[in-house]
């Protein structure tokens, strides 16, 4: 029992569904983000940017992945930019609740522009999208309680989770084959 669902588990990344459910809820975020933004009116801050731009991140990777999930380079792109996306994403929305719950807000402000490369200034290319024009500080939006950055903190914890678990199941899997394949 415990070995077949090793084995159904580390086999996942080989196939097309995972990486499409991936790609799907990332994206399935990224658009009610925007939807938050321009349906409601919530204006994104750095952090949110900072946040969206990791979505994007493990967005891109998962629909790069879901082409051909058997194609070792499009599947090490999946699982890096899911790994660097939610590590990213978990520190921003980690920073963004410390923020918004700093005892003293004078110490606790962000820039109003997203520091971006100077080579990939992505909110002068895409100001829609990757403009910053809300304050850290602002808890305008909540759910049961929580704030959209507390939400984001255990969206991409769970994210970071999962691609920590699979990706360990995989090349365990793969290093184990390989052992067979030797003998």
Known sequence: ????????????????????ALALSSTALILTALYFQYAMGLEPCV?????????????????????????????????????????????????????????NPLFASCSPYPDFPSWLPLHEWLPSFFAAGGLCSDNSWSFMGMFMSEWMRIIFA????????????????????RRIKAK
Do not use: D, E
């Open 1 to 20: 029992m415990h070995r077949s669902l090793f084995q159904s588990l580390s086999s996942w990344p080989l196939q097309t569904l995972p990486w499409l």
């Open 47 to 103: 952090q949110c940017i900072y946040q969206r731009t990791a979505m994007l991140a493990i967005a891109l990777a998962a629909w790069l992945a879901v082409i051909n999930p058997n194609h070792s380079l499009l599947r090490g792109i999946g699982f890096t930019g899911w790994l660097v996306g939610a590590a990213a994403g978990l520190s921003s929305a980690h920073h963004h609740v410390w923020l918004q719950t700093a005892s």
């Open 158 to 177: 769970v994210y970071l989770l999962f691609a920590l678990i699979f990706l360990t199941l995989h090349v365990k899997q793969q290093v184990t084959g």
